[in-house]
């Protein structure tokens, strides 16, 4: 089936069996090999990219639901140049080990941040009127469908205090 992504700020044209996943679309058909294959099964967020915006596991969603949305990978958050404030905060902060997970950890963080500037409610706040923070609690009940086997969690909560920190 004939389909366009805007991927990175970059129109491309597809043709894709209809079965064909978010990440294998990426990976295997645009080449972009930053957003990882993890479980497979949407439970390790390592191939977490933004939609629209918004952060979703590449994994579970397939290519076709997205014909003509915009999708940005870690390839599309900085260049090595000019990083992504969250990337250089990673690297400052050694939220990565063996940094398999981390293009979803870098993903889901951003987008974490935008959830709170925009007021999207969590299960951690205790006053669901009030507008929510970037606070250690709140930032990590956000980040828990991210997994790392190395452990480098209170290294990737630093990187985004940092950023959030940044940010107002």
Partial sequence: MPMMLKVNGQKRSLSLDTRTTLLDALREHLHL??????????????CTVLVNGKRINSCLSLAIMHDGDEITTIEGLGTPDKLHPMQAAFVKHDGYQCGYCTPGQIC?????????????????????????????????????????????YSNIADAMAEVAGGMG
């Avoid at 706040?125 to 250690?136: E, F, G, I, K, S």
């Fill in 33 to 46: 090999t930053g957003t990882k294959k993890g479980c497979d099964h949407g439970q390790c967020g390592a």
């Fill in 108 to 152: 889901s963080a951003v987008a974490v941040l935008e959830e709170i500037a925009r007021g999207v409610p969590s299960h951690v706040q205790d006053d669901l009127t009030a507008a929510p923070r970037a606070t250690n609690m709140e930032m990590r009940e956000r980040m828990s469908g991210n997994i790392c086997r190395c452990g480098a």
